[in-house]
């Protein structure tokens, strides 16, 4: 099989780091031949803390999907979160050189959109166009042909910690693999989940992972905003261990299968069996004690979400809804309570299917693997011709970056 149709998603999430290798046969067509998904440990609320077991649990994911793949990988486009992420809106504007816009003048008046003055240890993961302006029309999505003399972009700049981007890129390079592309976690969520349609009309993707629960949203086709909530699916099983005294892991079995947010909802006699802790006999607990706890963590994120919202007025904007994908979203009754508080449908975002793609992976906790899998082929011809000459193999990541604005452009339109 020729490396030029191979493409690599790389998820190094809280829980779990996840590999997915694809072959691209045409641009809209993916199949997966590889898939390699271990427990994470290293990693804090989006973050490396310990870079060995994240290393260990890297390679281990990887190895898994190269032998069910059958081929070696040496690239792939990886994701990044964590609450040191922080993004905001940007304008830039430039004159046009020659009355007709050329990519030239694109890149410029992106370079004037990115200059904005941002503290020296961070660095910009992407600059996404929302719209340009030729002269005084607005909303347009490719300027280029067109006639004018001024042309303005407005931007989304999404910046994250310099140190904290190349821990993550450091633990992947020790595995052999080339980070090749770095890409917001939620945009590769979206990517997986969200449907043209949904972008254009206004909503919200809420990615609730392991350890953080990470927001994109959209509007008119474009990433208006995106943040990083430092509250995940562990902060629910976290609360459960604490309030039925029980250990993690079976906080943890208890939600996943017996978890709920909606306690009215249940039959208010049914209970189950828990262990208790070490020397400690099991325990009969009501399940709508469970969903007590679980509901008052969920009703914090949902408030949590809803004073973004408030906060970046983006109430008008928002009205195709809401999508909960990440494997924490899949608590029952999350979406129910969803659409109570935030006042808006809300469903849970399943990946589109392609492919070669078992049913495993129709899982919501797949969706930012998928994601980087779609980003990772849209940009397979950057991957390879970059990979044709790259005898060094360290990353220069704020240089690669700087060719990112090309290829984020390339990406939208
Ligand atoms: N069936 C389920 N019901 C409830 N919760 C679930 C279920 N399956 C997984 N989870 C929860 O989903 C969370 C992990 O989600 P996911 O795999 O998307 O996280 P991650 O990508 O590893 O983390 P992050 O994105 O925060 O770095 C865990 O808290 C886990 O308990
Ligand atoms: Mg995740």
């Not at 998603?9 to 271990?38: A, F, M, R, Y």
């Not at 995106?226 to 208890?254: M, Y």
């Not at 706890?293 to 979400?305: C, K, P, S, T, Y």
């Amino acid at each position: 099989m020729s490396e030029k149709n191979l493409i690599v998603g790389l998820d190094v999430g809280t829980t779990k780091v996840c590999t997915i290798v694809g072959v691209q046969h045409s641009p809209t067509d993916i199949e997966i031949i590889g898939i390699g998904t271990h427990p994470s440990h290293g990693l804090k609320k989006g973050s490396v803390v310990n870079i060995d077991k994240t290393v260990r649990s890297i390679q281990n994911s990887v190895e898994e999907a190269k032998l069910m793949a059958g081929v070696n990988i040496s690239s792939a486009t990886i994701g990044v979160a964590g609450s040191h992420i922080y993004s905001f809106n940007s304008s830039g504007v430039v004159a046009v050189r020659d009355k007709e816009i050329t990519q030239e003048d694109v890149d410029r008046v992106l370079e004037a959109a990115k200059a904005v003055v941002i503290p020296s240890d961070r660095e910009i993961i992407h600059v996404i166009p929302q719209e340009f302006r030729v002269d005084n029309t607005q909303g347009i999505k490719n300027p280029i042909g067109m006639c004018g003399v001024r042309l303005e972009v407005h931007v989304h700049i999404v910046t994250g910690s310099i140190s904290l981007i190349q821990n993550l890129a450091k633990c992947v390079e020790q595995t052999g693999i080339k980070p090749e592309h770095i890409t917001l976690q939620p945009i590769a969520s979206s990517e997986a989940v969200l449907s043209v349609e949904e972008k254009e009309m206004g909503i919200i993707l809420v990615d609730i992972g392991g350890g953080t629960t990470d927001l994109a949203i959209w509007k008119d086709g474009s990433l208006i905003h995106s943040q990083i909530i430092p509250v995940g699916g562990n902060h629910f099983t976290n609360d459960l261990a604490v309030a039925l005294k029980i250990p993690h892991a079976e906080a943890e079995r208890v939600k996943i299968n017996h978890g709920s947010v909606l306690s009215e909802k249940l039959n208010q006699s049914a209970h189950i069996t828990v262990q208790g802790l070490s020397g400690t006999e099991p325990r009969e607990v009501q399940l709508s004690v469970i969903a007590q706890v679980l509901g008052a963590r969920a009703e914090e994120l949902f408030d949590i979400i809803k004073e973004v919202i408030a906060d970046k007025n983006l109430s008008d904007e928002i009205t195709g809804g809401v999508v909960l994908t990440g494997g924490g979203a899949l608590i029952k009754g999350l979406s129910e309570m969803g659409e109570y508080l935030l006042e808006r449908p809300t469903k849970i975002g399943y990946p589109v299917p392609f492919g070669g793609m078992t049913n495993i992976m129709q899982n919501p906790k797949f969706s930012t693997v998928l994601g980087l899998l779609l980003e990772n082929g849209k940009r397979s011809n950057t991957v390879y011709t970059d990979n044709n000459n790259h005898n060094n193999n360290q990353m220069d990541l704020i240089g690669r970056l700087g060719d990112s604005l090309r290829s984020v452009f390339k990406e939208i339109f």
